[in-house]
């Protein structure tokens, strides 16, 4: 069976050397522009300090971690919060489409332009060998950014308010990722990525 011919609605990307699945509106009871609301109103936020290349920097952005276990990368160890009632309700409907089980979430809130997430692979130990991350994003578009570790190629996507983005088999072994700053202003995105802690 195709990977992605399981989830209702969930298209396949062609990406080499990893696995891509795309849905442009994930189905939920209520807007998106009041998901987005609530998520930045009800989300205990924090604007974290992570070590890249022996340095410390504050994160362009703020960030919380919600689920079963504690999640350490870049030097940061996130405790986790338990789920909200609004957070279970994305999730059931995140593992509906997707047909993957999730027992956490990183939330990252963009506030504006100058926000941003450095280039990057989610292949900590405790995702496994080979992860499922499910990106789901509400508010501004921004730029989605895969680059090749070997071969140096690059695929840009669009997430738009709304869309989900699964990430699954090698990916995380071959591609980084990340999301720029750019010169247009622009609106509030608040990202969640659902994943297994092993």
């Not at 079963?68 to 338990?82: I, T």
Request: hydrophobic letters at 40%.
């Amino acid at each position: 069976m195709d990977l992605f011919s399981a989830g209702p609605g969930l298209m396949p990307i062609p990406l080499p050397d990893g696995e891509l699945g795309w849905l442009q509106q994930l189905p939920l009871p209520w807007p998106n522009g009041d998901v987005l609301a609530r998520l930045i109103l009800e989300t205990a936020w924090r604007e974290e300090t992570v070590v890249v290349y022996g340095k410390r920097h504050l994160q362009p952005r703020l960030s919380a971690w919600y689920g079963d276990a504690a999640y350490r990368y870049s030097g940061l160890s996130l405790a986790p919060a338990p789920f909200t009632p609004l957070l279970e309700a994305i999730r059931a409907s995140v593992q509906q489409v997707t047909r993957c089980e999730f027992n956490s979430v990183l939330l990252n809130y963009y506030r504006n332009e100058r926000d941003s997430m450095g280039m990057h692979a989610d292949d900590e130990p405790e995702l496994g060998p080979a992860p499922a991350i499910a990106s789901l994003s509400f508010g501004a578009e921004r730029t989605f950014i895969l680059r090749h570790k070997q071969t140096k190629e690059t695929l840009r996507l669009r997430l738009t308010d709304g869309s989900l983005l699964l990430m699954r088999g090698s990916t995380q072994q071959n591609w980084l990722h990340g999301i720029n700053k750019t010169a247009k202003p622009i609106g509030p995105r608040v990202n969640l990525t659902f994943r297994k802690i092993i």
